[in-house]
């Protein structure tokens, strides 16, 4: 039986440690906060509670895999299936205009594109069909079979291809479209998790084929529901988890992993798993110095009380500064429980901005938690945004899921197939399968 070391405690963490433990490996998560789930972690205040993080994803199949292989299905412990988004998200533009965007139907995207002018649905399915051949090679080749640039010959020629094409998705897109709602809504995505359309590989518009083909997911009753289904999982695996611990390096002998180093001392590892960003590791910084993590966004979690506007699951405000709207969560009776995300020149508190796009709400605050995104990197240890694209060689940059070091592979984010939860999800099962079965 091999000692397996997981550091970090996010999604990525707790979904490795326990598809090795269920492989027989003895496994040690070691986490630095006070609690397991990083940004799946819920915020509670004066009796509300909000998703700390994502409120949906994509590619349900990559979670139901890992509970399928791991122990009980996702349905069994949830008491029912994911619920799919009829609506991914509002988004309303400068001009008046707004269009609600479905998801897991091209004939439903293109009805929608229609509505904001003719011939706008036929452009729209145009483009997302580009995608459909470029998902079959990440899929293949990057999403569900391991990635290492560093081994000559590794790489399969269509996918070394692809990843070295310079055109990038601003281009792609000024390309496709005339229309810039359209150019708006099919790079929003990356826009949200702080990316610079004009340094992201045209590749990566393939999120907009996600959307049509597989739809949005989200867990009955939050997030919080899938960590706790997750916390529950690694207890029956029978996984070791201790959090409060902050690891401060890896300890290596003669090129090879042996140990964790924390200030309670040094924690022997057959193997170590980095589940954080690995540049807060000193001996692994200098694999990663050409790469930036991508910085969260400003976050405001608002308990409201009294008549508020019925919104979709989200609603994107396509203006100086970019405002995401997202009601869900739990409140006390009579309230409702939203977030806002800011994106740009944030000059004034989000709440009176959007006065101008006609929601009140400055009357119906019953309480709010202001979340800067140095907050949030301070909470949770690193961005969950993963690494901040700066062109076509990012993805040879960013480790994982191996390492130049024997013995340590990398999973979450800050790794290989990169961030969102179906990709950090998968990118446990890549790790778990380079180790195998104890």
Known sequence: ??????????????????????????????????????????????????????????????????????????????????????????????????????????????????????????????????????????RMHYVEAPWDPRTKGAVPKDLDDMFNIRETLYKRLRHDFRDERLALIAGHLLIAEGHDLRNVPSWLGVTSYLEQCFGGWRVPGGMRRLLDALAARLATREVTVRTGVEVTDLVIRAGKVVAVRTADGDADADAVVIAIDPRRLPSMAPYVERTMPAIPPVVCHLGLQGDVPDLPHEVVFHAEPLITVRPGGDAPDGGAAWTLHGRGKIAEDMVDALVRHGIDIRDNIATRVDLSPRDLVEQWRGSPMGVLWQGRGTVRWRLGPTTPVEGVYVAGAHGAPGAGVPFVTQSAALVAGLIGPA
């Open 1 to 138: 039986m091999s000692r397996i070391v997981v550091i970090g405690g996010g999604l990525g963490g707790i979904a490795t440690a326990a598809r090795l433990a269920k492989q027989g490996h003895e496994v040690a998560l070691l986490e630095a906060s006070g609690q397991l789930g990083g940004a799946l972690a819920p915020v509670h205040q004066d009796g509300y509670t909000w998703d700390g993080g994502p409120t949906s994803t994509l590619v349900p199949a990559a979670l139901r895999d890992l509970f399928r292989k791991t122990g009980r299905p996702l349905e069994t412990e949830l008491g029912g299936d994911l619920e799919p988004l009829p609506v991914l998200r509002e988004h309303r533009f400068a001009d008046q205009t707004s269009v609600q965007l479905p998801g897991g139907s091209r004939a439903g995207q293109m009805a929608a594109m229609e509505t904001l002018g003719a011939g706008l649905g036929e452009k729209w399915a145009a483009h997302v069909d580009l995608y459909g051949p470029v998902w079959e090679v990440l």
